[in-house]
């Protein structure tokens, strides 16, 4: 018989095997890995309590500020973007066809002569419309055509020069040229010949049967894996036979009634080809027809091709428009020439009006049929620009239209405010020229906003009846529901958040002619596969291979019925993220605020996964989530044993603050379980397993054993995280490919502070572009005190202008690693992982790599060709430094770094433009403008603190020279010669001094800009610079506070611009961290170390100057019997023979020569097995571990042996072994956690990598003394470097200001005139006075105008693309559907996460909801007394969400709801608490009971019965209970009753006892 399962696996009575997440254990067993709430008996004179604190994280409140807003503000971009497209839309098709209307030869048309002078108003008028009114508007809609296909190539170029392209085979270039041929001749026959001999109404209705050939490839392109594909055929058949009847059916109607209307034959030919120039969207390569598949593979190159194609496609389409429209309108002018006499048509030219007389009653006029024309006419002048305005609303309207479709698609509000208005353009546009119609044939006089002779095409008499009866228009409706039917993905969208313009639509623009139906058509058909709940493995816990111990992941435990292992599984595409966070010196504040972020993102993952599990939702936002913390130099020595380490003050700090973060996030006191203890080959670690399921594994590092500082941190959690667990798995290479994909590495400090939707916005930016290797969120500083408001507003202005800029016309250079999401893809390509382990071998390495990491790393993805993006709405809060030194300190170091990086990618700059497709040449090109303007920087400072001084002071540009000069050369000697500490002081001082003249000198520049007026360059910058600031303000209203302290960041710029450079270029050597160092515990050998280099620099100082020089023969070891001195100036010695050792010394060598004597004998006897002398055993038992490689470990001196004095006082000593028992792992700070042991695989893992990367870096002195000189080396040369281009540019601009009189420029805005009367000659003088500047000055104004206006634009559109990121990612229920159309499954099915979010929550649980001492209610009916006593009885909490989920759902009676009745748990008592409503709870019971016969059908195929077994049972049901309840098995209400989760029937229940039963006969021998 099979042995016995260990004993923590050995089910329960009454247990469900089914559920994984440990609700059937007690919380006290060793199987349950979450957290607990406080369940120690609490004695009675201990009840007093403290509750959670309701303050939250700055994340949280920013977070509940924008709901609301942003809620209230999609309903308003709901109805705006319906409102725009569907009134551009109408305005665009009615212009179009105002425009085709008069193209039609000696169209007379009746006009009103109220306004018009010569003509009566009493009488009736018609003007003919002559010639140039139908050669001006054939031009207008030429040029109305040409401007998007402009658009179109302008695109084209832009993607090919500044992006990579590849060149189309000949055939495809081929194809598209040919249908897109085909389609331009098709709109300029349907334009020029066919719309303007219609009637308006149906040249509008005309224009929905352009889908044929759409209809066609769309059908041909069905296959039979759809679903109802029969019915989609047949729906295909019918809509393709109603758009056909559009081929015909003006014709039939038409013909005989005019003899000239042979126009009127082209329709089919026009509308056929018409429909070629959306082909693209309707094949597929899967079709069984040949061409179809054929065309489908051209579609699929065409995603590389498309630009290159359409550089010359576009002006293709120009040309063949442009020879339609000649051969045309020859059809309809007199002569041909007129076409080309643009100058008359676009002048003002006259139109002849002609009287008309009514008809008389009895319809007759003796010798006129119906009308008596005079023989005068009137000629009447044309409106001077109406076909200039009419061109402009309409590019503009078209222009709108697709932008704001375009708007619609992106954020998802596609099917109301996109497809909605799209369908009803048509409509709505018949309407209203039916309405229009009517008005103008009853009274010429109805529209006065356009000119008289302008109108579209009419029929007289009553309009709406004659076409339903006459013109058979009723199958209008035939080809309108036809073209939605061929156009219906529109309505069904499934592209991402935030999809780019080449996934929303096929080609790049629209047809603005036919703008209703290019957009519908043009829009790409979505035709991606779901994920399913089936394809998800929602139970973490459950580990079914041995893959599994190290990679938990979702893809290993899926689809398991198939059994290609190469094969792609779609929940392979599921997201990932690893949160990997740095820490080293955190404060508890800092800790605290990371690790309260990591518990809201467990939350939300826990709810995101529960909904999946038991609500049978498909989350597309759903990912798994892993926290690692890697702590640097976590050990120090420990106090009671100096030959051991322990861990560190702040991993101790990071132990006990986890219970009081879960309390802060869940809002009730909470107790983590104390963490899993592991020894590691670097180290140690400790893994928690949070309340939502995540866990997280901090990694304790031994710098004695591995490399630590950050870089080395990443390093290991790149080859950790990417390297072992997913490359080294038994999983085929396709599969990690799209694992690597979705994988992701959430970089944090260990101070930061964020949400949970700022992480979903990172992730949204990765979905978007598969491309993207890396984005950045806004990361706000936090903290208190002068420089922390500087840094506030250096932040922003960092963000809004600099960082937006980068995302907006390149990339951006650093995402910073205190908040940033990496692709692992990306982080694995070459020259990225690999290369970032390089060691520093030469001192620029140090700065490059060592001091700037983050942005070296982006360097390298840059450098390979991926891109790094900004997200502005995902916010993230960091504690910024408060004091001026350690402010100063850490931009020492970003400020080199950052400029070595950025020089290393403008020196590669053609290899990466050609690499990366985000990076030009322009933007390089800004790049190096920004790079020039930090380098020269300090020399603009310098001068304009010269000019300042000489505007606010009066005095001499010389003397203003010398005052500026002298103290920052001063500065200067002091960083060369001084110690940091001296040099920080020397900058707060100056830094001050500073301050107060900048004040000095704000009132100067203002009083000089009242003198120079507002059109001096000076005014001009200063307004522009300030304006931008305040407009990008206005436009973060959220951050809008940033922008008060810009008087202290104007106060600081001499210091941080001027002083910090120098600071940071003079200390270009120094490689320390600068912050948050503190004095750590040192070693014996450290101590050791110190203490001998110590004595060393003592000698060496000695063995220098002049003392030195005069003893220099003197050797310190020899001795003579008799010596004389003189004040140790002079020595004789007589009789020189060498020191005697130290007596010290000698007895040391003894004693350390008895210590190795003893050592070898203890080594013979113990294999001789003698026992030793003089020794008595230890009482404990021999050691007994298993180490990390899988072998079992016996101490080889298991009875260890201690001389009668030592065992007297220390006891017994016991071996240790690293892997094994590490001394650490005792730690009382740790808590009685169990402890466990890593896989000997990844053992090996760590082994290796460190030997190969990470072994601890151990320099000797001559190394660290030669790097110390090439690092001052380096700093020299960047010092001289830096000094002569400064220099330079200082003495050329201060010459120039000198010599301005003769070499100058004259400014041509803020002129002053004087106005001089001499009394002598009696003239008048009259001179002007231009503002003088100097050529440089002037470049200079320009350079950094330039760059303020680059980065305000860019701002702008950053902006707007941030607000629809925004509004993408906000959900609104009653948008997507009406509110009484909806069922309840449907809004949990849109809510089910938000559901499951109110029924996991921890707080509550227990049914303290209405505690008044928490509510806060009034003081004189606080139960106070009676609330202790309840909180002192309360039995053991629950402590997991999904437990805490489960309780409450299981809880949920359908009746109850019904009924209106509490349900039986107290939580679900008062649903105003929940927000639901009673249809809510009902439905959300019966997927409840849905979810229980899954489960009991699930169990009963587990013992192989198909459906629940059904025989005669003589027990009773008493006699049910009694056998099949264990002795002192009662249920633990407090945890999870039976009865109250689940209420099965007693029969039922006594069924599944039986079954259990069955069950566990398996296990026993």
Request: glycine share 6%; net charge neutral.
């Amino acid at each position: 018989m099979p042995p016995p399962p260990p004993a923590h696996l050995q089910m329960v009575e009454g247990s469900d095997p089914e559920f994984s997440d440990d609700e059937n254990s007690p919380l006290n067993q060793d199987i349950y890995g979450g957290s607990r709430r406080s369940v120690q008996e609490t004695k009675a004179w201990d009840v007093f309590r403290t509750l959670p604190p309701s303050t939250s994280s700055l994340s949280e409140d920013n977070q509940k500020f924008l709901e609301i807003t942003i809620k209230f503000l999609k309903v308003f971009t709901y109805l705006l973007t319906f409102g725009v497209v569907l009134t551009s839309g109408v305005i665009t098709k009615g212009l179009v066809l105002l425009m085709t209307s008069q193209l039609k030869n000696t169209k007379k048309l009746p006009i009103c002569a109220k306004n018009l002078n010569g003509l009566s108003n009493e009488k009736d008028y018609v003007a003919t419309i002559p010639e140039e009114e139908n050669v001006v508007w054939a031009w207008v809609l030429l040029f109305c055509f040409i401007v998007p296909e402009l658009g179109t190539w302008f695109r084209s170029t832009r993607m090919c020069v500044f992006k990579s392209w590849k060149k189309p085979p000949f055939g495809d270039f081929f194809w598209v040229l040919l249908f897109e041929t085909l389609h331009t001749v098709g709109t300029g026959l349907l334009v020029y010949l066919v719309l303007p001999d219609l009637d308006v109404i149906k040249g509008a209705m005309l224009t929905n049967c352009v889908a044929f050939i759409p209809g066609l490839f769309g059908l041909l392109s069905r296959t039979r894996k759809e679903s109802r594909v029969a019915l989609k055929v047949m729906m295909d058949l019918l809509a393709l036979a109603c758009q056909l009847t559009g081929f015909v059916v003006w014709p039939i109607v038409e013909y005989g009634k005019d003899p000239n209307g042979w126009r009127i034959w082209l329709i089919p030919l026009a509308i056929l080809l018409t429909s070629f120039g959306w082909w693209e969207n309707y094949v597929d390569k899967h079709s069984k027809f040949s061409l179809i598949k054929y065309y489908g593979g051209i579609k699929e190159r065409l995603w590389r091709t498309r630009y290159f194609c359409y550089i010359f496609v576009s002006l293709w389409k120009c040309l063949v428009f442009f020879t339609v429209m000649l051969s045309a309108m020859s059809t309809r002018l007199q002569e041909f020439s007129t076409i080309f006499e643009l100058r008359k048509a676009f002048s003002v030219h006259s139109i002849n009006v002609t009287e008309v007389r009514e008809t008389l009653p009895g319809h007759t006029v003796p010798d006129f049929p119906t009308v008596a024309p005079f023989e005068n006419t009137v000629p009447i002048m044309s409106s001077h620009g109406t076909p200039v305005y009419v061109f402009l609303i309409q590019v503009l309207t078209a222009w709108l239209c697709y932008i704001f479709g375009k708007f619609a698609c992106k954020i998802c509000i596609q099917g109301f405010s996109f497809a909605f208005p799209v369908n009803l353009t048509i409509p709505v546009s018949i309407s209203l020229l039916i309405t229009a119609c009517g008005l103008r044939f009853d009274t010429a006089c109805s529209f006065s906003v356009i000119p008289e002779y302008l109108f579209w095409e009419c029929k007289n008499g009553d309009i709406l009846n004659d076409f339903l009866n006459n013109d058979y228009a009723w199958v209008w409706l035939f080809w309108l529901l036809s073209q939605t039917w061929i156009t219906l993905h529109i309505w069904t969208p499934k592209c991402e958040r935030l999809a780019s313009t080449e996934k929303l639509f096929v080609t790049p623009m629209y047809n603005s002619l036919l703008i209703d139906q290019s957009l519908a058509l043009n829009r790409r058909r979505d035709d991606e596969g779901d994920v399913k709940t089936e394809d998800l493995n929602l139970n973490p816990d459950d580990h079914e291979n041995e893959v599994s111990q190290y990679y938990e992941t979702i893809s290993i435990h899926t689809d398991s019925s198939n059994n290609n292992t190469s094969k792609i599984k779609s929940s392979d595409h599921i997201i990932r993220i690893y949160a990997t966070a740095t820490m080293w010196h955190e404060n508890e504040e800092e800790m605290m605020e990371m690790l309260k972020s990591i518990l809201r993102m467990d939350e939300d993952q826990s709810a995101r996964r529960v909904a999946q599990k038991y609500l049978k939702v498909v989350d597309l936002d759903y990912y798994e989530f892993e926290t690692h913390i890697f702590f640097d130099d976590a050990f120090e020595i420990s106090d009671d044993n100096e030959d051991e380490n322990v861990v560190n003050q702040f991993v101790k700090l990071l132990v006990n603050l986890m219970d009081d973060a879960a309390t802060h996030v869940h809002q009730t006191n909470i107790r983590i379980r104390p963490p899993k203890k592991f020894p590691t080959p670097y180290g140690g670690r400790l893994v928690w397993t949070l309340p939502g399921k995540t866990k997280i594994v901090a990694h304790l590092k031994d710098k004695s054993k591995i490399r630590h500082k950050k870089r080395w941190s990443q390093v290991m959690y790149m080859y950790y995280l990417l390297g072992f667990k997913l490359m080294d798995q038994p999983i085929s290479v396709d599969r990690k490919e799209v694992i690597a994909e979705n994988t992701f590495l959430l970089t944090l400090d260990g101070d930061i502070d964020f949400a949970p939707s700022a992480v979903a916005l990172l992730v949204d930016l990765m979905k978007k572009n598969t491309n993207l290797g890396a984005a950045c969120g806004r990361i706000h500083p936090v903290g208190s005190g002068l420089m922390v408001w500087y840094q506030m507003f250096e932040y922003a202005i960092g963000h809004w202008l600099q960082k937006a800029t980068e995302h907006m016309i390149g990339c951006v250079l650093c995402s910073p690693g205190c908040f940033s999401l990496f692709r692992g893809k990306a982080l694995m390509d070459d020259n990225v992982m690999a290369r970032y382990t390089t060691k520093s071998s030469q001192a620029r390495h140090y700065v490059q790599y060592d001091q700037g990491e983050d942005r070296w790393l982006c360097t390298l993805l840059l450098q390979r060709g991926y891109r790094v993006e900004y997200s502005a709405a995902s916010d993230a809060y960091t504690h910024a430094p408060e004091g001026f030194s350690e402010f100063y300190n850490q931009r020492r170091r970003w400020v080199p770094s950052t400029m070595a990086n950025i020089m290393d990618l403008l020196q590669d700059y053609k290899k990466t433009i050609e690499v990366n497709d985000n990076i030009s040449l322009p933007y390089i090109s800004y790049q190096t403008m920004l790079m020039a303007g930090t380098i020269l920087g300090p020399a603009t400072i310098f001068l304009m603190l010269v000019g300042a001084f000489v505007a606010a002071f009066r005095i001499g540009n010389w003397l203003s020279f010398q005052y500026n000069i002298i103290p920052i050369l001063l500065f200067m000697v002091t960083c060369f010669t001084l110690k940091s500490a001296w040099q920080l002081i020397v900058a707060q001082i100056m830094s001050a001094s500073y301050a107060l003249i900048m004040m000095a000198v704000i009132v100067g520049t203002t009083l000089q800009l009242g003198e120079d007026g507002i059109g001096s360059p000076s005014a001009i910058f200063l307004i522009a610079l300030s304006g931008s600031f305040f407009i990008a303000a206005c436009m973060h209203p959220q951050e809008f506070k940033c922008i008060i302290p810009g008087l202290l960041y104007l106060l600081c710029i001499p210091s941080m611009y001027l002083l910090l450079i120098i600071y940071s270029l003079i200390n270009l050597n120094i490689v320390s961290w600068g912050t948050r160092e503190i004095a750590t515990k040192k070693t014996k050998k450290e101590l050791e170390a110190e203490r001998k280099a110590a004595e060393e620099a003592k000698k060496m100082k000695k063995k220098d100057g002049l003392l030195a020089f005069l003893h220099k023969d003197q050797m310190d070891n020899d001795e003579g019997s008799i010596e004389f001195s003189l004040a140790g100036l002079f020595k004789i010695m007589c009789c020189i023979h060498e020191k005697p050792n130290d007596d010290r010394q000698q007895l040391a060598s003894i004693a350390s020569s008895l210590e190795s004597l003893k050592k070898r004998f203890e080594t013979i006897e113990s294999h001789m097995g003698l026992p030793p002398a003089g020794r008595r055993r230890s009482s404990h038992q021999p050691r007994s571990s298993l180490r990390g490689d899988g072998v079992s470990v016996i101490s080889e001196h298991a009875g260890d042996d201690y001389s009668d004095s030592e065992s007297e006082k220390s006891g017994p000593k016991e071996e240790r072994d690293d892997l094994v028992n590490p001394y650490w792992m005792e730690d009382k700070a740790l808590k009685r956690g169990e402890v466990d042991y890593m896989p000997g695989a990844e053992v090996q893992f760590f082994k290796d990598l460190i030997e190969k990367y990470l072994y601890p870096l151990i320099k000797n002195g001559t190394e660290q003394r030669k790097m110390e000189g090439d690092l001052k080396e380096l700093r020299n040369i960047a010092v001289f470097s830096f000094t002569m281009m400064n220099a330079i540019f200082v003495l050329i601009v201060f010459l120039l200001q000198l010599n301005k009189d003769t070499i100058h420029i004259n400014w041509p805005l803020g002129v002053k005139t004087n106005i001089t009367f001499d009394e002598a000659t009696s003239e008048v003088l009259i001179s002007q006075e231009y503002l003088q500047l100097e050529p440089i000055g002037l470049v200079f104004v320009f350079f950094f105008a330039l760059i303020l206006v680059i980065q305000f634009v860019a701002m702008l559109f950053h902006r707007f693309g941030t607000i629809s990121h925004i509004l993408a990612s906000t959900e609104l229920t009653c948008c997507n559907k009406k509110a009484e159309d909806a069922t309840e499954d449907a809004f949990i099915q849109k809510n089910a996460v938000d559901i499951v979010r109110q029924l996991q929550r921890l707080k509550g649980i227990d049914g303290d909801y209405d505690s008044d001492s928490v509510q806060g209610g009034q003081l004189g009916r606080r139960k106070t007394i009676h609330n202790l006593e309840r909180h002192r009885q309360k039995k053991q909490a629950i402590g997991t969400l999904d437990v805490a989920f489960k309780k409450r759902f299981f809880s949920i009676s359908a009746e109850a709801a019904e009924n209106g009745l509490e349900t039986e748990t107290p939580v679900l008592g008062n649903m105003r608490r929940l927000s639901m409503r009673r249809e809510t709870i009902k439905a959300l019971a019966e997927r409840r009971e849905t979810v229980v016969q899954e489960r009991r059908q699930s169990k009963m195929q587990t013992m192989g019965a198909k459906k629940p077994r059904t025989r005669t049972s003589i027990a009773s049901e008493a006699d049910n209970q009694r056998v099949f309840t264990p002795t002192g098995g009662n249920i633990n209400d407090a945890y999870e009753s039976d009865t109250d989760n689940y209420g099965i029937p007693p029969s039922v229940r006594s069924a599944l006892r039986f079954a259990r039963t069955e069950e566990n006969v398996i296990y026993k021998p």
